[in-house]
T-cell receptor, first 113, second 113 residues
């Protein structure tokens, strides 16, 4: 069964460092998302991406965040200068059509020290 | 924006008993309500969903009900088994093209053998 894959599974970084989280969505999917989950809290929407551009972003997704689909298969989330409060599990998700099921990856745990 | 509240936050049931989780939403324009199961260290997985033109949907031991007037929906798990132990999230969205999901806070379900 096709799945969304994410790397790394866990990254530890120093505050102020740049981090790139990578995702390979399911191959025939058209809509891509990043969500995050701070330990013990809700899963929160960050950004959605369709047709090579951001379609929606949340208040969390400020200038420190960016997304890219550089090569037609990978979908990346970059945090330019990490803060302690960026520590969370980051989930990538993809959807085949606009009204289809959202498939989540297993997440990348980011720890900012 | 949409706000989804979920209760209870934890639920302990005896194997074989039923479990019920309830969610309310705030945006009357929301028309799609999925339920996700998240096992430890994994991403959320869709277990059942319901659209606003349907009041109830069942899939084996899992059922979901929707009351649009009251803006609440519920997940019912019958004949619970230890493998049902997980965190369950409800969510809501407006099913226009690729619209984001807003999640509830999650319910940790423990099925005791």
């Amino acid at each position: 069964e096709p799945e969304v894959t994410q790397t790394p599974s866990h990254q530890v970084t120093q505050m102020g460092q740049e981090v790139i989280l990578r995702c390979v969505p399911i191959s025939n999917h058209l809509y891509f998302y990043w969500y995050r989950q701070i330990l013990g809290q809700k899963v929160e929407f960050l950004v959605s991406f369709y047709n090579n551009e951001i379609s929606e972003k949340s208040e969390i997704f400020d200038d420190q965040f960016s997304v890219e689909r550089p090569d037609g298969s990978n979908f990346t989330l970059k945090i330019r200068s990490t803060k302690l409060e960026d520590s969370a599990m980051y989930f990538c998700a993809s959807m085949k059509t606009g009204t289809g099921e959202l498939f989540f990856g297993e997440g990348s745990r980011l720890t900012v020290l | 924006g949409e706000n989804v509240e979920q209760h209870p936050s934890t639920l302990s049931v005896q194997e074989g008993d039923s479990a019920v989780i309830k969610c309310t939403y705030s945006d009357s324009a929301s028309n799609y309500f999925p339920w996700y199961k998240q096992e430890l260290g994994k991403g959320p997985q869709l277990i059942i969903d319901i659209r606003s033109n349907v009041g109830e949907k069942k899939d084996q031991r899992i059922a979901v009900t929707l009351n649009k007037t009251a803006k609440h929906f519920s997940l019912h798990i019958t004949e619970t088994q230890p493998e049902d132990s997980a965190v369950y999230f409800c969510a809501a969205s407006k099913r226009a093209a690729g619209n984001k999901l807003t999640f509830g806070g999650g319910t940790r379900v423990l099925v005791k053998p």
